[in-house]
């Protein structure tokens, strides 16, 4: 079995006519990546109302793709650098096509790392990332929206949150502008832990405007494949409007789970508690030998410096005893 299990489809749905959606689905396996557990997946949502909006998200997954194929770096620098460098791509792109001037795209992009357990991933908009972890579903990314940060500030319920009309008005995409790459403004960037077992669902508004997450977590909770998982996302969100293109990708942590779990401390609290345990002895140490120096000190008899001392104020005692008992005796 693969450390690493993906699986991934897109849909037109019921009311487009045409899918500005597209998706990554990968492994990373290069020889120069260090692992063979690594998967580089993908949501990117061409946006609407505007010409062109597949092709930014075909230049976007072109792009991506190509930039991750090897390794240049540390892999969360790395998907930065490359969502970066396509949102620049297509700003360009647009400005060769008087009707493309406005294409543009949203996105989530992640490395999954079965073998670290870690989990890496770039988000511009309001595609989303989720992940499924005993039984639980929960959101990582968060929307970058005005329904979206309402509904993540629990402003909005999840129902009042998917009805709302101003639902799809995005504040961040890809394209628009030229960004540089410390431009943090435009992008999230997360590292989090991915665990065994633990499985990940990326996905366009196409399926979280249809499907509440209660209903995303009964599917995936399943005991299908990968693939009927996507499916069924599909079939389920286009029986109940299928209103945008849908898409749906799927990284699941095949890896063995540890014979002993993980503490729940994180690994810089361990390094601290560990540098405390360790000093303990040592200050216990110091202490039993300030004790037993204090005993020598209290038993034992006096010291040479000490025996000195007392030698001479003794003579000198005799001494003017003597000399008075001889002025004593010696009268004029």
């Given at each position: 079995m693969e450390m690493i299990a993906i699986a991934g489809q897109t849909d037109v749905g019921q009311r487009r006519k045409d899918n500005q959606d597209t998706l990554i689905c990968q492994l990373l396996d290069s020889p120069k990546w260090p692992s063979k557990g690594m998967a580089l997946v993908a949501a990117i949502d061409g946006v609407g109302g505007y010409m062109g909006g597949d092709i930014a998200a075909k230049i976007a997954k072109?792009?991506?793709?190509?930039?991750?194929?090897?390794?240049?770096?540390?892999?969360?620098?790395?998907l930065r650098e490359a969502v970066v460098h396509a949102n620049n791509q297509i700003f360009e792109a647009s400005k060769q096509d008087l009707k493309l001037s406005q294409m543009c795209c949203v996105l989530t992009a992640a490395v999954a790392d079965a073998?670290?357990?870690?989990l890496y991933f770039v988000h511009v908009g309001d595609t989303r990332l989720y992940c499924l972890r005993?039984?639980?579903?929960n959101k990582l990314s968060k929307d970058h929206s005005i329904v979206g940060i309402r509904e993540d500030a629990n402003e909005l319920t999840e129902e009042e949150a998917m009805n709302h009309p101003r639902r799809n008005?995005?504040?961040?995409?890809?394209g628009s502008v030229m960004h540089q790459i410390d431009d943090t403004d435009f992008y999230d960037s997360v590292e989090t832990d991915f665990l065994p077992n633990d499985l990940l669902l990326l996905c366009s508004d196409g399926l979280s405007d249809m499907l509440?997450?209660?209903?995303?977590?009964?599917?995936?909770?399943?005991?299908?494949?990968?693939?009927?998982?996507?499916?069924?996302?599909?079939?389920?969100?286009?029986?109940q409007g299928g209103k945008d293109n849908i898409t749906v990708v799927l990284a699941q942590n095949n890896a063995p789970e540890p014979a002993v779990k993980?503490?729940?401390?994180?690994?810089?609290?361990?390094?601290?508690?560990?540098?405390?345990i360790q000093n303990v002895p040592v200050q216990e140490t110091v202490i039993a030998q300030n004790t037993e120096e204090s005993k020598k000190v209290k038993e034992s008899p006096l010291s040479e410096n000490n025996r000195m001392k007392w030698l001479g104020g003794t003579l000198?005692?005799?001494?003017?005893?003597?000399?008075?008992?001889?002025?004593g005796k010696w009268r004029p």
């Amino acid at each position: 079995m693969e450390m690493i299990a993906i699986a991934g489809q897109t849909d037109v749905g019921q009311r487009r006519k045409d899918n500005q959606d597209t998706l990554i689905c990968q492994l990373l396996d290069s020889p120069k990546w260090p692992s063979k557990g690594m998967a580089l997946v993908a949501a990117i949502d061409g946006v609407g109302g505007y010409m062109g909006g597949d092709i930014a998200a075909k230049i976007a997954k072109e792009y991506i793709e190509q930039y991750m194929a090897e390794p240049k770096g540390d892999i969360e620098s790395m998907l930065r650098e490359a969502v970066v460098h396509a949102n620049n791509q297509i700003f360009e792109a647009s400005k060769q096509d008087l009707k493309l001037s406005q294409m543009c795209c949203v996105l989530t992009a992640a490395v999954a790392d079965a073998n670290t357990q870690k989990l890496y991933f770039v988000h511009v908009g309001d595609t989303r990332l989720y992940c499924l972890r005993n039984g639980e579903l929960n959101k990582l990314s968060k929307d970058h929206s005005i329904v979206g940060i309402r509904e993540d500030a629990n402003e909005l319920t999840e129902e009042e949150a998917m009805n709302h009309p101003r639902r799809n008005e995005i504040l961040r995409e890809v394209g628009s502008v030229m960004h540089q790459i410390d431009d943090t403004d435009f992008y999230d960037s997360v590292e989090t832990d991915f665990l065994p077992n633990d499985l990940l669902l990326l996905c366009s508004d196409g399926l979280s405007d249809m499907l509440t997450q209660a209903q995303m977590a009964a599917v995936l909770r399943k005991n299908t494949s990968l693939q009927k998982k996507v499916e069924e996302l599909i079939d389920l969100a286009n029986r109940q409007g299928g209103k945008d293109n849908i898409t749906v990708v799927l990284a699941q942590n095949n890896a063995p789970e540890p014979a002993v779990k993980p503490s729940h401390f994180s690994k810089k609290t361990q390094e601290v508690r560990t540098e405390q345990i360790q000093n303990v002895p040592v200050q216990e140490t110091v202490i039993a030998q300030n004790t037993e120096e204090s005993k020598k000190v209290k038993e034992s008899p006096l010291s040479e410096n000490n025996r000195m001392k007392w030698l001479g104020g003794t003579l000198l005692l005799l001494f003017v005893g003597v000399i008075g008992f001889l002025l004593g005796k010696w009268r004029p």
